[in-house]
T-cell receptor
Framework: EAQVTQNPRYLITVTGKKLTVTCSQN?????MSWYRQDPGLGLRQIYY???????DKGDVPEGYKVSRKEKRNFPLILESPSPNQTSLYFC?????????????FGSGTRLTVV | RKEVEQDPGPFNVPEGATVAFNCTYS??????FFWYRQDCRKEPKLLMS???SGNEDGRFTAQLNRASQYISLLIRDSKLSDSATYLC???????????FGAGTRLAVHP
């Protein structure tokens, strides 16, 4: 089944404890992206990747890191999480990096930082 | 000004009603347009793309007005299962970055 898989689905952590949210897609998609969703603000892009080893900042990159060593994987790293990073996170992928292609989203990760 | 603006709702309608959602976007260079559906606490899913000539998919009709920078979604004969948040989405061209509106919530009641 074609899908984007995120893990974990739920995570509660403490301030400052490094964590990684994994994202993997099995569709050979070129483009991958991370979004966070907060009430009233909608989905905001954190980082994106146009291909292996090509990543760039989105609109809200502060406090996050990413890597794209393989085409299928695009992990999101929070080196020192803070309470303002409590949010619902979505990984998304798209066939190509250029042009107006729709995204396929992962099921989301609900992160709480206390 | 937000790049994509939607009425947050909620729209409360009875089954069988026709409901319309509107959306405006600020960047006149925007090239691709979509409507996504998001159920509570779940991932957004592509409902339909929006084409310049307008397009229909069953009970759903999408319209685009480039001159007014305005997108609409019409749902006819509403079902209980249509209850969700509808996201207006715009691609501004260049690389495939989608800009999402904050969503319009629809509640269909018996």
């Amino acid at each position: 089944e074609a899908q984007v898989t995120q893990n974990p689905r739920y995570l509660i952590t403490v301030t400052g404890k490094k964590l990684t949210v994994t994202c993997s897609q099995n569709m050979n998609h070129e483009y991958m992206s991370w979004y966070r969703q907060d009430p009233g603000l909608g989905l905001r892009q954190i980082y994106y990747s146009m291909n292996v080893e090509v990543t760039d900042k989105g609109d809200v990159p502060e406090g996050y890191k990413v890597s794209r060593k393989e085409k299928r994987n695009f992990p999101l790293i929070l080196e020192s999480p803070s309470p303002n990073q409590t949010s619902l996170y979505f990984c998304a992928s798209s066939l190509l990096a250029q042009g107006g292609y729709g995204y396929t989203f992962g099921s989301g990760t609900r992160l709480t930082v206390v | 000004r937000k790049e994509v603006e939607q009425d947050p709702g909620p729209f409360n309608v009875p089954e069988g009603a026709t409901v319309a959602f509107n959306c405006t976007y600020s960047n006149s260079a925007s090239q691709s347009f979509f409507w996504y559906r998001q159920d509570c606490r779940k991932e957004p899913k592509l409902l339909m793309s929006v084409y310049s000539s307008g397009n229909e998919d069953g009970r759903f009709t999408a319209q685009l007005n480039r001159a007014s920078q305005y997108i609409s979604l019409l749902i006819r004969d509403s079902k209980l299962s249509d209850s969700a948040t509808y996201l207006c989405v715009v691609n501004q061209g260049g690389y495939n970055k989608l800009i999402f509106g904050a969503g319009t919530r629809l509640a269909v009641h018996p």
